[in-house]
T-cell receptor
């Protein structure tokens, strides 16, 4: 059974800092890994999707990497802004059937 | 724009009543959709897989008689919480999968049972 862990659970940084969020998974036979953002009381917004054959994906100030052999993914946020404050969730999907296992999330606060 | 919609966005009901939540795939005919539940300050937990034209597949520990799922068309799946109790109060989110295996989530429905 896939288990996903995210560290740290919470992170507070001053505006402008670069930061890294970590996601680890126990079953390396994943189909893909996806990073999401969730604002309080809201649904999920997809940030980046990494297929199992890929090593990283980039979108603007965000960069996500995937190392299947070690069961790890990282989300790098450059030049953080207060608007980046949210909970970030990673989800591992083991087959193309679409069932995903989520981590507990990292709650990020970027202080002005 | 949104590719998955949910209705209602929030609902309050009395204990013992039933509530239906709709999930629509707006741009894609989805033979499979997923229902997740999220308790406050917790992550998403998959409840069931909704299959068009056949029975839903429930995850271990989810009562199929309490959480009725119907996927009558390729664009609509419904979740009915029957005889709701306060412990069923949660955030319910549906999703569908895209062609690259990516998940598209609806905006969620917040259910409060009083």
């Amino acid at each position: 059974k896939q288990e996903v862990t995210q560290i740290p659970a919470a992170l507070s940084v001053p505006e402008g800092e670069n930061l890294v969020l970590n996601c680890s998974f126990t079953d390396s036979a994943i189909y893909n890994l996806q990073w999401f953002r969730q604002d309080p009381g809201k649904g999920l917004t997809s940030l980046l999707l990494i297929q199992s054959s890929q090593r990283e994906q980039t979108s603007g100030r965000l960069n996500a990497s995937l190392d299947k052999s070690s069961g790890r993914s990282t989300l790098y946020i450059a030049a953080s802004q207060p608007g980046d404050s949210a909970t970030y969730l990673c989800a591992a999907t083991n087959t193309n059937a679409g069932k995903s296992t989520f981590g507990d999330g990292t709650t990020l606060t970027v202080k002005p | 724009g949104a590719v998955v919609s949910q209705h209602p966005s929030w609902v309050i009901c009395k204990s013992g009543t039933s509530v239906k939540i709709e999930c629509r795939s707006l741009d894609f005919q989805a033979t499979t959709m997923f229902w997740y539940r999220q308790f406050p300050k917790q992550s998403l937990m998959l409840m069931a897989t909704s299959n068009e034209g056949s029975k839903a597949t429930y995850e271990q520990g989810v009562e199929k008689d309490k959480f009725l799922i119907n996927h009558a068309s390729l664009t609509l799946s419904t979740l009915t919480v029957t005889s709701a109790h306060p412990e069923d109060s949660s955030f319910y989110i549906c999703s569908r999968v895209g062609t690259a295996g990516e998940q598209y989530f609806g905006p969620g429905t917040r259910l409060t049972v009083t």
